[in-house]
């Protein structure tokens, strides 16, 4: 219930208080006009609260009975030996597994299915799910398909066994900052409850998962709530409920919904497939900074870096290349490097987009066709990240001094010294000067300079040549692709005034 003030009016002295004093009549004092507060939501969450679900379910956990208490460590010819062996022998050889349960929310999607969504870590590693409707009516569960990534699953119940209500999606992107939402859940094991908030901010980052996007809301949510819905006034589901953020493991007004808009496709893929059929581009990326921008003569920090191609991806075949900005996929804009995952991953595999990407200061658009996500986890997990290099040149200059580093030849003496990989080419850094620009960026000895300004360098020679130029050039930044040991990339900007 909201508590709504009342505010009082303070009485002043003035006219009338003079006249009392008088002994004058004073007229009636106002009878205080009726107070109303905000519109009630009695009729749309009476409307909703058969379609929300509470969510039980239990695991055995491996028996011994003991609760995985250790046999004490008493003193030899101790009195309490007989006692104790015969207590942790019994316990132990009564073989009987525990029961654990865990409770949570979700909603009915779809009553003609019997689909059913809640929140993966709800129903992880669980044995039996069973779901608890508002009228007190229980029906058996099935699994149909989760996603570790979003914290997603879909469960199916029958259908025939009892007349189920659903709820629809509604449009998450259409929501304000300020707009009124409803929680309605199952906070610690008290099913049917309902809070109400408002949307504090839109495209939270928590670090839950690779496509975080959550709606924050005030709203109450509790443990219990995970997997419950966050409906607009209307009574569509603009988001699922999953995190909170709570000291003290209660509501603080600090909670996070799965925003439909996301939710609706990953859950239309478990139902058709069980498992998620996710875009895949196969590349590596990082944010565009400020001085990336500069040195590449962007107007402002946006898009996604490419910082590598991944082997046997995709992209593997030079049509987009490290040092490329994605600025656009498939028509929708790319304003930071977080966009650009959730946005491959919402398209579909197989299909051909346009990449528009800045390489080199020029604006070009690309064609790629999208590979499926899951099949490639384990070449990407595998492949060293390393690009074949183009051989390298005799140079008279063996070492240079640049930018607070010193580089050298990569030869198979200072390969050996750094344990660089066969497939990484460039020039070595040996040493990096304390409190340089290259070591306030993190620049270490053993690293592989491979392009500076995204032009290939093969020798010391090559690393002064290309800062010599971008000075007379008048730049400020000179961007650096750094390569690791094992040829992993990474983009840094040095100064160089």
Not at 274 to 300: C, F, K, Y
Request: proline content about 5%.
């Amino acid at each position: 219930m909201m508590r709504v003030p009342v505010s009082f009016r303070k009485a002043t002295l003035g006219a009338f208080a003079v006249s009392a004093v008088m002994g004058l009549a004073l007229p009636a004092a106002p009878a205080f006009a009726q107070t109303q507060g905000p519109a009630s939501v009695a009729d749309l969450a009476e409307n909703l609260l058969e379609a929300v679900v509470n969510i039980s379910t239990s695991q055995n956990s491996p028996g011994g009975g003991s609760g995985n208490v250790p046999m004490p460590d008493l003193p030899e010819g101790s009195p309490f030996q007989d006692f104790f062996d015969e207590f942790f022998q019994n316990r132990q050889g009564d073989g009987m597994p525990r029961r654990v349960q865990s409770l949570g929310s979700g909603f009915v999607l779809d009553a003609a299915e019997g689909i059913v969504v809640t929140n993966n870590h709800v129903i992880a590693d669980a044995d039996e799910i069973e779901v608890n409707f508002s009228d007190g009516s229980k029906l058996k569960a099935e699994l149909v398909g989760r996603d570790t990534k979003t914290d997603l699953a879909v469960l199916k119940v029958d259908p025939t066994r009892k007349k189920l209500k659903a709820v629809s999606f509604g449009d998450s992107d259409a929501i304000r900052i300020g707009d009124w939402v409803m929680a309605i859940g199952n906070p610690f094991g008290l099913g049917g409850s309902v809070t109400v908030g408002i949307v504090s901010a839109r495209n939270r980052n928590i670090n839950a998962g690779p496509y975080d996007d959550f709606i924050q809301t005030d709203a109450a949510i509790n443990r219990g709530n995970s997997g419950g819905p966050l409906f607009n006034m209307e009574g569509k589901v603009i988001g699922i409920n999953t995190a909170i953020i709570s000291p003290s493991g209660g509501s603080i007004g600090i909670g996070f919904s799965i925003p439909a808009r996301l939710a609706e496709n990953v859950i239309s893929q478990l139902r058709e497939f069980g498992e998620t059929h996710r875009g895949w581009l196969g590349v590596r990326i990082q944010p565009v900074t400020d001085d990336i921008a500069e040195s590449l003569g962007m107007p402002n920090a946006k898009g996604a870096l490419v910082a590598g191609i991944i082997k046997g991806g995709p992209v593997d075949n030079g049509v987009i290349q490290p040092g490329d900005v994605i600025t656009m996929f498939d028509g929708k804009e790319i304003e930071s490097m977080r966009d650009l995952p959730r946005i491959v991953a919402d398209s579909p595999v197989g299909q051909a987009v346009e990449v528009v990407i800045i390489r080199k200061g020029e604006q070009q658009t690309v064609e790629v066709t999208l590979g499926r996500l899951e099949d490639s986890e384990q070449l990407a997990s595998d492949e060293s990240g390393g690009e074949d290099g183009q051989g390298q040149e005799e140079d008279a200059l063996a070492t240079a001094s640049v930018l607070g580093m010193t580089v050298g030849e990569l030869d198979d003496e200072t390969r050996a010294r750094f344990e660089i990989s066969p497939d990484v080419s460039g020039v070595v850094i040996t040493e990096v000067a304390e409190n340089s620009a290259a070591a306030e960026k993190g620049v270490k000895a053993g690293e592989v300079i491979t392009e500076i300004a995204q032009e290939s360098v093969s020798s010391p020679q090559d690393v002064v040549d290309r800062i010599t130029a971008l000075r007379e050039q008048g730049r400020r930044n000179a961007l650096l692709m750094l390569a690791s040991k094992t040829g992993e990339l990474r983009f840094i900007t040095l100064r160089m005034d």
